[in-house]
């Protein structure tokens, strides 16, 4: 069943202590509980820009994310508040609120980079909030979107001669709004009416020229472009009067200016509808115990003076995921196993047959729940534990039909040998007596059922522990010649062998069913994950494909707007994701 959210209000993920960033272990206890999959909203901008209200709004509530009402950051760090997503069932919304950047309290901005970092890598839509218009000076204070590639890795070990490009980058970042508080223009170009997103394609288009002015106006402009495809804008007009601020949490919306609050109830509504679950390379969607090994994966790296990379975040979860994956499966086919098997089973193949059911049910829990199983490391690590829990059945299965065998042989012959401690064969004729009785024995124990793989090899121990019993009668009976004890002896000798050879065949037969079983279950597994692969290499396909559809776009805006240089280089980094793409097309699984 999947778990309910109960914050009453939002708490500290990330503190931030005299410049130090530290998880917060009750906040990620919170996430841990978190079965559904999570759709995370970052809002980030300069300090006392109005961020924490968008996100109360977000919450549902007046109150929550402390607004302040002085030129002091009033948030510190990372915030989380995690509530029912209003919108989408079975999922929940994430709100992260970060403290203000440009803070002149901290003087120093490579924390906030940091902030801005991790707003980003946590996810899926990424809300900047300023003061005002789109104009150079809000460039400039968005700086932190130039320095992304300094703070961000998408590979651990990229190719020697390969730059990380911006495609590595869009398949991990998250969507881009825009919100422009205080609001004051008029909407429009050259004299025609716009909307907020005409206006932020306005604000983006760069401008002609070599000169270190063009290259720090263009440089943001193309970050943004490159990195945030997908874009959004909304303005918001002033709530109230300047004096009346302080209060705004305890203003009622007829308080407010109605297009103030007719723009926050479309801001609310869009990212509702249309902020995205947070989803990993190749489709992962992430839940709560996901979102912790994020957060503690890139707190950590930037703790010990690394880069966060998004690929190692991914194949730290990786290592806990498939590692919980590998003891769930095995979980699952003990369970079958103890459900489906009743010891002992009458023949070998019987215990393969349903061990075969149950291993093949156990991989596609762990397909299920498995990703990025670099090597197959924990595919194979899965095959090897289920084939000792497999060893470890047939153990149990010889073991009990031994048992039940020794039971019933103590049962049936133990009257015999009574009988033969009382002297009843030790006379005339005695010895065929014992012989028939003998075998009416072996025919009751033979129609016994339920008796296992064990039951002949048990037998004939028996049997050939009773040889000297049987000679001793045959030799003290008086009616039989000596030719004739010597043909019996013949005969029984013979009959001896015969039954050892009969249990040699069957102990052949029992290891060729075993080695065909290994094949079968190896067969499996092969079959498994190559259906697996290739639902992987289609997933990253459409991903690099909506990756390739945007960089189009973005090189056809470039040309129509002259820039010729940019489009070059949007076009070999086009080049490059489609010669990738060749490749994942024309690999073969091995």
């Not at 707003?119 to 000076?137: D, P, W």
């Not at 065998?405 to 010895?431: H, N, R, T, W």
Request: net charge neutral.
């Amino acid at each position: 069943m999947a778990s309910e959210v109960h914050m009453t209000g939002p708490m500290c993920l990330i503190e931030n202590t005299n410049g130090r960033l530290m998880a917060n272990p009750e906040a990620l206890k919170i996430l841990s509980a978190i079965t559904q999959p999570v759709v995370v909203v970052a809002i980030v901008g300069l300090y006392r820009t109005g961020k924490s209200y968008l996100m109360n709004k977000l919450a549902g509530k007046k109150k929550g994310f402390s607004l302040g009402s002085t030129v002091q950051s009033h948030t510190k760090g990372i915030w989380m508040w995690c509530v029912p997503h209003p919108k989408k069932p079975g999922h929940v919304l994430v709100l992260l609120d970060t403290e203000g950047l440009g803070d002149v309290e901290k003087g120093d901005n490579q924390n906030d980079s940091w902030i801005f970092a991790l707003a980003i890598l946590l996810s899926s839509t990424f809300v900047y909030n300023s003061i005002g218009t789109i104009n150079q000076q809000a460039m400039d204070q968005l700086h932190y979107v130039t320095e992304l590639t300094h703070r961000i890795r998408s590979k651990s070990s990229p190719d020697e001669n390969e730059n990380e490009d911006s495609a590595d980058f869009v398949s991990f970042f998250p969507d881009f709004v825009w919100t422009l508080r205080d609001f004051s223009l008029d909407l429009e170009a050259d004299g025609q009416p716009i909307t907020a997103d005409e206006y932020l394609t306005y604000s983006l288009k760069l401008k002609h020229g070599t000169s270190e002015k063009d290259k720090t106006f263009n440089l943001p402009r193309l970050c943004i472009r490159k990195y945030f495809p997908k874009k959004k804008c909304f303005v918001f007009d002033r709530p109230v009067h300047r004096k009346k601020l302080a209060q705004l949490e305890k203003l009622h919306d007829e308080e407010l200016d109605p297009e103030f609050v007719q723009q926050v109830a479309d801001f609310c509504s869009y990212i509702f509808s249309n902020s995205k679950t947070k989803t990993l390379s190749g489709g992962i969607k992430v839940n709560g115990p996901r979102l912790e090994s994020l957060v503690l994966t890139y707190v950590n790296a930037i703790s010990s003076g690394d880069l966060p990379c998004m690929e190692n975040a991914v194949l730290a979860l990786a290592q806990i995921e498939n590692s919980a994956a590998v003891q769930k499966a095995v979980a699952h086919y003990e369970q079958q196993m103890g459900q489906k098997v009743q010891l002992p089973t009458e023949t070998l193949q019987e215990l393969l047959d349903l061990h075969r059911d149950s291993e093949r049910e156990a991989i596609e829990v762990f397909i299920r729940s498995s990703f990025k199983d670099v090597d197959h490391l924990f595919q194979k690590e899965l095959a090897a534990q289920l084939e000792k829990k497999r060893d470890d059945f047939c153990k149990q299965n010889q073991e009990a039909s031994s048992g039940r065998c020794s039971a019933l042989l103590q049962d049936i012959f133990s009257p015999l040998e009574e009988e033969v401690k009382m002297g009843i064969y030790s006379k005339p004729g005695g010895y065929r007596l014992f012989i028939q009785k003998l075998q009416d024995l072996k025919k009751k124990y033979h129609e016994e059922p339920r008796k296992g793989i064990q039951a002949e090899e048990i037998l004939q121990t028996y049997l050939k522990s009773k040889e000297s019993m049987t000679d001793a009668i045959l030799q003290t009976d008086q009616t039989l010649t000596e030719k004739e004890k010597e043909i019996e002896v013949e005969r029984v000798k013979a009959e001896s062998a015969q039954a050892s050879t009969k249990m040699l065949q069957e102990i052949q037969r029992k290891n060729e069913q075993m080695m065909e079983q290994k094949e079968r279950s190896y067969q499996e597994h092969l079959k498994q994950l190559t259906e697996k692969m290739e639902r992987d290499r289609a997933q990253l396909l459409k991903e690099q494909e909506r990756t390739l559809a945007l960089k189009l776009q973005e090189q056809e805006r470039l040309l129509k707007e002259g820039f010729q240089t940019e489009s070059r280089k949007m076009q070999n980094e086009i080049q490059d994701l489609q010669k990738k793409m060749r490749q994942r097309r024309t690999c073969t699984i091995s």
